[in-house]
Nanobody, 125 residues
């Protein structure tokens, strides 16, 4: 599956953004999906993930209660609604796919591939 993320931009602290990740191919609905982010000078980390049917989700503690991951399998699209943004949310955000859901591996950001090109989110204070 090929992935393309979009929706990033510059926003003030407290604002909102909605990221989208469009998938090509006919198997999007069979993949668990995740949103990762990489801040300048830091390692890439998983922010949120969702199972293939949407029944299971995972959020990193740093985004829990502020971000919402969702997907529309009919549109081959993954979303990340980001509210109450903070300067520390500034990062390049990537979407990625995983063949199956595993609580243990998803929370560690393991086993994801087919990385999209990333979209930059900048939150000003």
């Amino acid at each position: 599956v090929q992935l393309q993320a979009s929706g990033g931009g510059l926003v003030q602290a407290g604002g909102s953004l909605r990221l989208s990740c469009k998938a090509s191919g006919h198997t999007f609905s069979s993949y668990a999906m995740g949103w990762f982010r990489q801040a300048p000078g830091k390692e890439r980390e998983i922010a949120a993930a969702i199972s293939s049917g949407g029944g299971s989700t995972y959020y990193a503690d740093s985004v829990k209660g502020r971000f919402t991951i969702s997907r529309d399998n009919a549109k081959n699209t993954l979303y990340l609604q980001m509210n109450s943004l903070k300067p520390e949310d500034t990062a390049v955000y990537y979407c990625a796919a995983r063949n199956y859901w595993s609580d243990y591996e998803v929370r560690r950001g393991a086993g994801f591939g087919s990385w999209g090109q990333g979209t930059l989110v900048t939150v000003s204070s």
